[in-house]
């Protein structure tokens, strides 16, 4: 059974930073890539970041480029998102989501991808 679990979300004040992480299971962990997207209320899904473990290229959202940043532990099947210098505008629910590598970061975040976990809500206060 294939299972994502976001964890990490909170609220901080603008300018201030959170980690997310993203644990997988189920699938081959190497073969796939692994997107964070988000949804705030009333808004539609947004891909933020994706990485392909099969070939280490990333995919970013251009508002968030400088500020955040993904990174992946083979070792512990996990993807994490740093997140800096928030801002009240990245408020939103955060998921993860996995995809078969062979699709390209580009193509699953614009697609949306086969996998998703639950959400955990990250809150940026002014």
């Known amino acids: 059974e294939v299972q994502l679990q976001a964890s990490g979300g909170g609220l901080v004040q603008a300018g201030g930073s959170l980690r997310l992480s993203c644990t997988v299971s189920g699938f081959t962990f190497d073969d796939y890539a692994i997107g964070w997207f988000r949804q705030a209320p009333g808004k539609e899904r947004e891909g933020v970041l994706c990485?392909?473990?099969?070939?280490?290229?990333?995919w970013s959202k251009e508002s968030v480029k400088g500020r955040f940043t993904i990174s992946t532990d083979n070792a512990k099947k996990m993807v994490s998102l740093q997140m800096n210098s928030l801002k009240p505008e990245d408020t939103a629910v955060y998921y993860c989501?996995?995809?078969?590598?062979?699709?390209?970061?580009?193509?699953?975040?614009?697609?949306?991808?086969?996998?998703r976990g639950k959400g955990t809500q990250v809150t940026v206060s002014s």
């Open positions: 989501g996995a995809d078969p590598g062979e699709r390209g970061c580009s193509v699953s975040m614009y697609y949306g991808m086969n996998y």
């Open positions: 990485i392909n473990n099969i070939n280490g290229r990333t």
